[in-house]
Structure formats: structure tokens, C-alpha cells
């Protein structure tokens, strides 16, 4: 069992940054890949970005690729979302999630065991 737990949301002016961190606790963090994804009141959860057990592989949608990036510290069982130059459009609720079972960085919801319990961004226009 992993527990996670988002941190870093808030409200923002379009073109600010913000850094997002997902604690994990329970199982050995560094076998897991690691994901954020992110729900729009109306809309489906997508998936943002996602990174390898290691930190050498990463995966981004292609909504935020060049403005985000994700990274990881093992020693310290956290994950971090880096997202620089906002829109309107990046508010939402963002999750982070373990994936137990593979390498590579996916970005399929349903191969995701744990999930936290989310962290809101809002970004003003």
C-alpha cells in the first residue's frame, strides 16, 4: 500500500509558475513509476506528465510539454511537478499516482494502483 499526498496548489495569474509535490509513504517509493494527471470541472481526468523509478525517462502531454516538468527525489519519497508559464486552461484538480507494475512511464489512468486525493490550480486570467 502507497499513500500519497499532493501539495503546492493555489491560485495563480496566467504566466506564473508553480511547484506541485506528491509525498508518498508505505511501499519502497523508487519502485514506482510516478504520474500527475489533472480533471477540469466537466471533463475527464488526462494525463499530465509521468516519470521512471529512476528519473531517467519521463513522458509528457503534449498540452504542457516545454512549460512543465517533472522530477523525482528518492531519498526524500516525493515527486515534484515544476509548471512554469500557466494558462487558464492548466486550471484544474492535480493528482499524483503510483504505478507498481511497470518501467516505463505510462500515461494510461487504469495502469495507476494509488492515487492522492488532489491538489486544486487555478490560474487567473
Known amino acids: 500500500q502507497v499513500h500519497l499526498v499532493e501539495s503546492g496548489g493555489g491560485l495563480v495569474q496566467a504566466g506564473g509558475s508553480l511547484r506541485l509535490s506528491c509525498a508518498a509513504s508505505g511501499r519502497t517509493f523508487s519502485n514506482y513509476v510516478m504520474g500527475w494527471f489533472r480533471q477540469a470541472p466537466g471533463k475527464e481526468r488526462e494525463f499530465v506528465a509521468a516519470?521512471?523509478?529512476?528519473?531517467?525517462?519521463?513522458n509528457y502531454a503534449d498540452s504542457v510539454k516545454g512549460r512543465f516538468t517533472i522530477s523525482r527525489d528518492n531519498a526524500k519519497n516525493t515527486v515534484y511537478l515544476q509548471m512554469n508559464s500557466l494558462k487558464p486552461e492548466d486550471t484544474a484538480v492535480y493528482y499524483c499516482?503510483?504505478?507498481?507494475?511497470?518501467?516505463?512511464?505510462?500515461?494510461?489512468?487504469?495502469?495507476?494502483?494509488?492515487w492522492g486525493q488532489g491538489t486544486q490550480v487555478t490560474v487567473s486570467s
Open positions: 516519470i521512471s523509478w529512476g528519473g531517467g525517462t519521463t
Open positions: 499516482a503510483a504505478d507498481s507494475t511497470r518501467f516505463r512511464p505510462t500515461m494510461n489512468i487504469p495502469y495507476y494502483d494509488y
